[in-house]
């Protein structure tokens, strides 16, 4: 049964580690889905991590419906005309400006002009990828997190000609699919990577600076301000590329206070990347 507030189908463009979390995330609330994939191969994976996502919350009884009844609601394709008739659209391919505006605008013009369509974009300009839009009212972001299933933090990113309403209406799904929403204006790294960002900056340059250990850096904002983990640990968690990528992003937006600290992209110069290569801040033997 779908909720009042959940969409009766969605579509998810891109099912890569996001868009299945995503394309999960609405089902388990009630959802049809239906992911538009590539190619024949990536809708195949895509397929397999939506019906082991779908195992997985049958095992931990994250649901009362059978994996057949969910496996019932879902499909996967690769052809855009297949979304015709979903209520709303979230777009998750790779972070690529011209990728992401080439997927919205092939899908806005299969889509009934109710519908609605979102990007996870983390970084790139809901505005931007508006103007390329016929119906940019119907637009704007809905940014989640990774892992889906456990992160509860969804970003509604207002653009400037998101219609008035549509973000009253996100925040229903957002809280029907069980998670928080906060609305944050169309804005570089919008709220949670610009703080987030800032904070891991500083603690690098602390670091380099020699004014406290890695461990005691973090341990200075676990004890001291209850963060469930350290600025340092978390971007080796993150990737320090990624946040590279993010701190070289904002400062050319946002200017000279995100610079990235010299030590940062020394590490990634090094190959140093943090937990995915072994080596970041602190060593990763897992
Ligand atoms: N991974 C994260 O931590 C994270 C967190 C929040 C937001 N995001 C954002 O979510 C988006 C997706 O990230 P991801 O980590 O899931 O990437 P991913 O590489 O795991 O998945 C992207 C998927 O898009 C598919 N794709 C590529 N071109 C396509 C096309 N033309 N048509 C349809 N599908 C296509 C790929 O085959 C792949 O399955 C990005 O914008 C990213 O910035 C990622």
Known sequence: MTSSAVPQTVGVIG???????????FLLAGARVVILERDSASAEVAEVGLTDAITRSVE???????????????????DAADLAGTELVVEAVPEDFALKSTMLAR????????????????????????????????????????????????EIVRGERTGPGLVAEARGWVEAIGKTPIVVRNSPGFASSRLGVAIALEAIRMLEEGVASAEDIDTAMVL?????????????????????????YL????????????????????????????????????
């Open 15 to 25: 099912g890569g580690r996001m868009g299945v979390g995503i394309a999960h995330a």
């Open 60 to 78: 931990r009884r994250s649901t009362q419906e059978s994996e057949d009844d969910l496996l019932a609601r879902t499909g996967t394709t690769t």
């Open 107 to 154: 899908v806005e013009r299969v889509l009934e002009p109710t519908s609605y369509l979102a990007s996870n974009t983390s970084s790139l300009s809901i505005d931007e990828l508006a103007s390329k839009l016929e119906r940019p009212d119907r637009f704007l972001g809905l940014h989640f997190f990774n892992p889906v299933p456990s992160s509860t933090l969804v």
């Open 224 to 248: 001291g301000y209850k963060f469930p983990v350290g600025p340092l640990r978390l971007t080796d968690m993150v990737g320090l590329d990624v946040r590279l990528g993010i701190s070289d």
């Open 251 to 286: 400062e050319s937006t946002l200017g000279e206070r995100f610079a990235a600290p010299a030590l940062l992209r020394q590490l990634v110069e090094q190959g140093h990347l943090g937990r995915k290569s072994g080596q970041g801040f602190f060593t990763w033997t897992e």
